[in-house]
């Protein structure tokens, strides 16, 4: 019943920054949110992921240093930092969410939002 709204993709130059937004309505939960991206005519891989306390977060290497993944749970919004991006940065981002423990496996992923595009220019 729960339903992922993603927001804040857009055009950014290279070094540039965005942040991305992902709401939840509906049921709330614990457990793990975490984005995924897609880029065209690649697999989608998981980018960054938390726990519901914000005790605890995941980045995959490629990130790490310039994207930060955090929460308002008041908001049911988790948020995406992206930071000196760069053009192999651009796809379309995914929020999700599940319960239990981390995956890097998207059937393993319950709730999915839309996705909004990032694309970063040279």
């Known amino acids: 019943q729960a339903q992922l709204v993603e927001s804040g993709g857009g055009l950014v130059q290279a070094g540039g920054s965005l942040r991305l937004s992902c709401t939840a309505s509906?049921?709330?939960?614990?457990?793990?949110h975490c984005w995924f991206r897609q880029a065209p005519g690649k697999e989608r891989e998981i980018v960054a992921a938390?726990?519901?306390?914000?005790?605890?977060?995941y980045y995959t290497d490629s990130v790490k240093g310039r994207f930060t993944i955090s929460r308002t749970n008041a908001k049911n919004t988790v948020y995406l930092q992206m930071n000196s991006l760069k053009p192999d940065d651009t796809a379309v981002y995914y929020c999700?969410?599940?319960?239990?423990?981390?995956?890097?496996?998207?059937?393993?992923?319950?709730?999915w939002g839309q996705g909004t595009r990032v694309t970063v220019s040279s």
């Open positions: 999700a969410a599940k319960l239990g423990g981390r995956s890097q496996t998207p059937n393993d992923w319950t709730y």
């Open positions: 509906g049921r709330t939960f614990g457990g793990y």
């Open positions: 938390i726990t519901w306390s914000g005790s605890n977060t």
